[in-house]
């Protein structure tokens, strides 16, 4: 009878360790009826009620694809060390609830695309996601950078802000953000002020987008510490005036465009400090007269763009110290501008057919 007793409980003992180990294997979210359990390329994804639950991974895949889903949140330590490097949420969701502990259990992330969501920016929000390198949060509604929304980021390079609704650049809007960045995207927002030196911490910085806004005035060190900066877009926008101060650190700049504005003069040297520049774009705005010395110090220059701004007086001399010319656009003013006038035959000048 021991004997029998013995043998049964063995049996027993090994039927709760298989299914207890057979249990392990699946997502936890299965046992719950109501939770929606699919496969995505080598994972495993449970949402409920528009939460994303929990997601487990099968076999090694390096995107995540969680689009279409209509997430409207991320639960806390929902991702089970997960090896994904590009996380896409970008289409079919409307995120709005994430915390810190939402990205947690994703350590070899790189990329993560969260537009068209509705995500509210807070400290140290993706401040666990040390290896990511680019971040897309364009079409968010977004309407402020809370201090240190980017801490921890310490390998990231692209950060995507465009299309959002935001109305200032705060003097901590980019704190502890991480100084090598490399380009930054706040397009298409309602941005009427910037703070001044808002961008200094960003040293290693060679492309900002800020076309689309609703910029007046920058204070002169706007553009403090940005030595390294290559593509400067400022097109579209209500900039009343430019100045040598305010260009003053941007002494690697390949292009600066400020096309569509609300400039009606600039005063001679303005652009001095931009010797390694190769094409400005000043079409579209309201210059009438252009006076000898506006383009000096500008020996790269390879194009310029004064189309369709009224200009009816170009002084003699304008262009003397632009010996890498190649083409000057100057259709849409009030004069034909020709090869004599800009003192370079084998500048192409475009004007009006």
């Not at 910085?205 to 030595?227: A, I, V």
């Not at 007269?289 to 506006?294: A, K, N, S, W």
């Not at 701004?309 to 003013?333: E, Q």
Request: glycine share 6%.
């Amino acid at each position: 009878m021991s004997r029998f007793l013995l043998l049964f409980s063995q049996v027993v003992i090994l039927f709760l360790s298989a299914r207890a180990s057979s249990e392990v294997k699946e997502p936890t979210c299965q046992d719950n009826g109501n939770v929606t359990t699919l496969q995505r390329l080598g994972y495993n994804v449970c949402h409920y009620k528009g939460v994303l639950v929990e997601v487990t991974q099968s076999r090694f895949e390096d995107r995540l694809d969680l689009r279409d889903l209509d997430l409207l949140a991320i639960r806390e330590n929902a991702f089970k060390n997960v090896s994904a490097t590009h996380l896409d949420l970008n289409q079919g969701n409307r995120i709005s609830l994430l915390t810190r502990e939402s990205f947690r259990g994703l350590p070899n992330l790189e990329r993560l695309d969260l537009d068209i969501n509705v995500v509210p920016l807070s400290a140290y929000l993706f401040a666990d996601l040390g290896h990511l390198r680019s971040l897309s949060l364009n079409f968010n509604k977004i309407n402020s950078i809370p201090k240190d929304s980017f801490a921890g980021l310490s390998s990231l390079i692209e950060l995507h802000l465009g299309l959002n609704d935001i109305e200032a650049i705060e003097a901590e809007s980019f704190s502890n953000l991480n100084p090598k960045l490399l380009g930054l995207w706040l397009h298409r927002n309602k941005i009427s002020r910037v703070a001044p030196v808002a961008f200094a911490g960003l040293t290693e910085l060679n492309r900002l987008h800020l076309g689309y806004n609703r910029l007046e005035d920058l204070p002169s060190d706007t553009f403090r510490g940005l030595n390294k900066l290559r593509y400067l877009y400022l097109n579209d926008n209500r900039i009343t005036s430019v100045s040598r101060s305010l260009l003053r650190d941007l002494v690697s700049l390949r292009r600066l465009d400020l096309q569509q504005n609300e400039i009606s003069a600039l005063e001679p040297d303005t652009f001095r400090d931009l010797s390694q520049l190769k094409l400005l774009d000043l079409s579209g705005n309201k210059l009438s007269h252009i006076v000898v010395g506006t383009f000096a110090g500008l020996s790269n220059l390879e194009g310029i763009v004064l189309s369709d701004n009224g200009i009816h007086t170009v002084d003699n001399g304008t262009f003397a110290d632009l010996v890498k010319l190649r083409y000057l656009h100057f259709d849409g003013n009030n004069f034909e501008i020709d090869k004599e006038v800009s003192g370079f035959p084998h500048v192409t000048v475009f004007t009006k057919i």
